[in-house]
């Protein structure tokens, strides 16, 4: 199996190929582009690009709506020498700022967008008066519109040891940090990839993961150019408002070759549950690569029942390990085995010493995933806390080396060395054990929390729930957990607050709402404490309050603070507007939703909004898209709408 010089290398070999990309925008909207358009479409645009000033070394910023426009400048800017730095588009603020930060840390770069988000990033500039990201996005920021009619563009030889793209993993949005991936790291994880699940031209993948995803990115897109093979990206967020067309596309397809973090599959499920599919064959499918986020044995059992009938084969759940600093994948299981795990109990799960077994349905008992053994190009260890290997069995710090390992984040020489240990392995933060020759991770030794396969800094989400009258840093307390019961992560907050319960329950609601309206994020449990636990030099210790949790400290007062989402005597009169309200307390745990409160004020994401316009849909076929919740945005403006 060829391992290529560069992802240069790796276009130009595939631009003569018989294969295409398929872009599904919708059931019916779908664009198919074979591998030559693809080169013929990135030149011109590199033309335009070099036309309008960039040079190789500069950077440039993709934030598009359009996964065929992002695989566009994405290849212009790699065929060019130009370092493209992938960056999503949010709703929140957070967002926004967050690629603000990123194009002020950057040398010379460009932010390559589309008309509208670019008026819209100029207002948000304006209104939140910074002087400098209005000069950037008047001299730095071009569209089609702009740079469109230039010639075909000069291509530049790269360096394999030159940076290839700068990843910004989710994460900080404070501080936001980029991931430099050479082209050395890219065509080593590239041909351990390919090797390790022997991808070929025969094969055909699809994915829903977002191209700014280092697994929708570079797992099914470039892997996908370098084998060879005809492959199929679906808009994420036409997962997400139908999540059932993921599974029919691989069906219509004959995908061999799937994937999805744990809340795609709990998605799929739920609106599965509720209206089936019919016709649906998932016979070809080989391979459902499991990851991003940890991997919950309960969930996948799920899965593979509900699609059992379909021809869907246990051994295609494939639980993989890996990380944007390791450019994407650091473990594989064994081909063609189910997949398997670990019960251990919890409390045995401590840094230096060996786990202890324990049986399924303890209450101490945990289960965790083996996700296999290295792959080509990638070592691992386990560490004690002095950066010391540990044995077979015991639990530590995961470690990984190698070709696929970044070189250092970009223009951040304090971040890179912090990265790594003395001997120059990379501490990924993550902590996990060897149990027979297979990696099992245990959990995470700094603070990230992990939502819908995104990483979150807790004391970003805590510096936003500080703006609320008298809550200050000292007295929030953010942690994600995953109990036992549940499939994947809970977001909880936790406050300090001495007073009765009931009166806590209106910050409860402030802190959804301010949560929801500045990250997009939903809060699971908001939760009174009259302690915030600290060490000895005043930092909060995050984990004594979720372990609390997880032990069921609090389990009685969470019963409290939700009894009134029970209570029926607070619906309204109309009967439409009632079942509404029915509908968003379903879906919104314990937050009530009233008649007229915004349905985009209330902390509620918007993934749990899409749900509550499918099961709308569902009663009611026909009356309701996403897209109406924009001009009606209260449930009493949605029921007189859905009534004329």
């Known amino acids: 199996m060829e391992r290529y010089e560069s992802l240069t290398n790796i276009l130009q070999n595939a631009r003569d190929l018989s294969r295409e990309i398929r872009f599904i925008d919708g059931d019916k909207d779908e664009t198919a582009l074979p591998f030559g358009r693809v080169w013929d479409d990135a030149l ?12 190789a070394g500069d950077e440039l910023v993709i934030f ?6 992002f695989v566009t ?28 930060r990123i194009l002020t840390q950057l040398n010379n770069g460009t932010l390559y967008t589309e008309p509208d988000l670019l008026d819209r990033l100029k207002k948000f500039a304006v209104k939140s008066e910074l002087t400098e990201i209005q000069a950037l996005l008047g001299d730095r920021a071009v569209t089609d519109a702009d740079i469109s009619g230039a010639g075909v563009g000069k291509i530049a030889e790269p360096d394999p040891a030159s940076i290839a793209f700068i990843q910004y993993s989710s994460g900080s949005t404070s501080d936001p940090k980029g991931v430099c991936l050479t082209h050395n790291n890219l065509t080593a994880n590239i041909r351990g990839i390919m090797e390790g699940i022997q991808w ?3 094969e055909r993948s699809l994915s829903w993961m977002p191209l700014t995803h280092d697994m929708g990115l570079i797992g099914y897109h470039l892997c996908a150019v370098a084998a060879g093979m005809d492959h199929a990206i679906m808009d994420t967020s036409v997962f997400v408002r139908r999540p059932l067309l993921w599974l029919q ?3 219509e397809l004959k995908s061999t070759q799937l994937c999805s973090p744990n809340f795609g599959y709990k998605h799929f499920l739920k609106l ?5 599919i019919e016709n649906l064959d998932l016979s070809s499918v080989k391979l459902i690569l499991n990851g991003a986020e940890p991997i919950s044995w309960d969930l996948c059992e799920s899965f593979l029942d509900a ?15 890996g990380l944007a600093e390791a450019t994407l994948a650091v473990t594989f299981p064994e081909l063609d085995s189910e997949y398997s795990r670990i019960v251990a109990d919890r409390h045995s799960l401590r840094i230096g010493s060996p786990y202890t077994t324990s049986e399924p349905g303890d209450p101490d008992a945990v289960s965790f995933l083996k996700v296999g053994r290295p792959i080509k190009f990638s070592e691992v260890r386990i560490t004690d806390d002095q950066d010391e290997p540990v044995g077979e069995g015991v639990v530590g710090h995961i470690h990984i080396r190698g070709e696929n390992v970044t070189t250092g984040i970009y223009n951040d020489e304090a971040a890179r060395a912090a990265l790594f240990a003395d001997d120059g392995w990379l501490r990924t933060g993550d902590c996990g054990v060897f149990v027979d020759g297979d990696l099992v991770i245990t959990g995470r030794s700094k603070d990230i929390i992990i939502v819908n396969g995104q990483n979150y800094y807790p004391h970003d989400i805590e510096e936003v729930i500080a703006q609320l009258d008298g809550l200050d840093l000292g007295k929030v307390v953010v942690s994600g957990v995953t109990p036992t019961s549940s499939q994947t992560e809970e977001l909880l907050a936790f406050i300090l607050f001495r007073q009765d319960v009931g009166s806590f329950r209106q910050i409860a609601d402030d802190v959804r709402t301010i949560v929801g309206e500045h990250t997009g994020l939903e809060i699971d449990h908001v939760i009174p404490v009259s302690r915030i636990p600290k060490t000895t030099s005043g930092k909060v210790q995050r984990s004594h309050l979720a372990n609390a949790y997880m032990e069921g400290d609090f389990q009685n007062l969470v019963a409290e603070l939700s009894q009134h989402t029970d209570s029926q005597d607070e619906l309204d009169d109309d009967p439409l507007v009632r079942e509404l309200e029915l509908i968003c307390r379903e879906f919104s745990k314990d937050r009530i939703i009233g008649p007229d409160d915004n349905l985009f004020e209330v902390g509620v994401s918007s993934l749990t909004l899409t749900e509550i316009v499918l099961a709308v849909e569902e009663k009611h076929p026909g009356k309701l898209d996403i897209s109406d919740l924009f001009e009606y945005p209260t449930i009493r403006e949605l029921a007189d709408f859905m009534r004329r």
């Open 44 to 55: 011109r645009l590199l033309g335009s690009l070099q036309e309008h000033g960039m040079q």
């Open 64 to 69: 598009t709506h359009s996964n065929q426009k």
């Open 73 to 100: 400048a994405f290849w212009a800017a790699i065929l060019g020498g130009i370092v493209p730095v992938p960056v999503a588009v949010g709703i929140s603020d957070e967002h926004r700022f967050k690629l603000f």
């Open 200 to 202: 070929n031209e025969e």
């Open 249 to 251: 596309k691989a069906s």
């Open 272 to 276: 599965f549950v509720r209206k089936g």
């Open 307 to 321: 699609m059992a009938p379909y021809g869907l084969k246990r051994t295609a759940m494939f639980p993989v390990y």
